[in-house]
């Protein structure tokens, strides 16, 4: 497992990445929020993006003022690899525990 699935904000991010072809920061922040119903701090989310850049699992290009990040292929093949996971896992047992 890579380390950007071992932070849930990380991978939510990759997964709001996933279908757009890009999104500008404030856009993504509030879809995040709205996600977890709560208020991120700027640095904060800044950060986490800034990490996923440095990994390689986002790129960032300026359009106009604005700051537009999108997935890169390796993090779109993260985000699939987690969802066959995930599908695994979930597809085992639908039963409560």
């Known amino acids: 497992m890579t380390r950007w699935l071992q932070s849930g904000r990380r991978r939510?991010?990759?997964?709001l990445l996933y279908d757009a072809e890009g999104l500008r920061g404030q856009s993504l922040k509030?879809?995040?929020?709205?996600?977890?119903d709560g208020h991120f701090d700027s640095k904060s989310f800044y950060g986490?993006?800034?990490?996923l850049i440095q990994q390689g699992f986002v790129e960032k290009r300026t359009?106009?003022?604005h700051e537009v990040y999108a997935l890169t292929?390796?993090?779109?093949?993260r985000v699939e690899e987690h969802f066959?996971?995930?599908r695994e896992k979930v597809g085992e047992d639908h039963s409560p525990k």
Not at 12 to 15: E, K, R
Not at 30 to 36: K, P, V
Not at 73 to 77: F, K, L, P, T
Request: charged share 35%; glycine share 8%; aromatic share 12%.
């Open 48 to 51: 986490a993006l800034d990490w």
């Open 73 to 77: 292929e390796a993090g779109e093949r």
């Open 30 to 36: 509030t879809r995040l929020e709205s996600h977890y």
């Open 84 to 86: 066959e996971w995930m």
């Open 63 to 65: 359009e106009g003022i």
């Open 12 to 15: 939510d991010l990759c997964v």
